[in-house]
């Protein structure tokens, strides 16, 4: 069975940081493309980043780049979202996901976690 279950969510003031996990049971995350989405209150899902299975690169979203970072430890299967500089915009539910390739549409997914909510706010 495919877990992807996400931690590290919380209440962190504007300028803070965070580190969330996604460690993966059932699956090899270096076999996947793993993404990270997060999902505001009444709003749709959108993606943060994705890090390919062909070359284990990441990429993000505008809004994020130079302030989020992706990394794996394979030994763990575990891929980490290190949040620097969070802003109260980046307030939502963070969610994981496994699939076949880098996409920025949740359909392009077919593993997911459950969640893991970050609050930004002083």
């Known amino acids: 069975q495919v877990q992807l279950v996400e931690s590290g969510g919380g209440l962190v003031p504007p300028g803070g940081s965070l580190t969330l996990s996604c460690a993966a049971s059932?699956?090899?995350?270096?076999?996947?493309?793993i993404a990270w989405f997060h999902q505001a209150p009444g709003k749709e899902r959108k993606a943060v980043s994705c890090t390919s299975s062909m070359d284990s690169s990441s990429h993000y979203v505008d809004s994020v780049k130079g302030r989020f970072t992706v990394s794996r430890d394979n030994a763990r299967n575990t891929l980490y979202l290190q949040m620097n500089s969070l802003k109260p915009e980046d307030t939502a539910v963070y969610y994981c996901a496994a699939g076949s390739k880098c996409s920025w549409f949740p359909e392009g997914y077919f593993h997911w976690g459950q969640g893991t909510p970050v609050t930004v706010s002083s």
């Open positions: 059932g699956i090899s995350l270096v076999d996947y493309a």
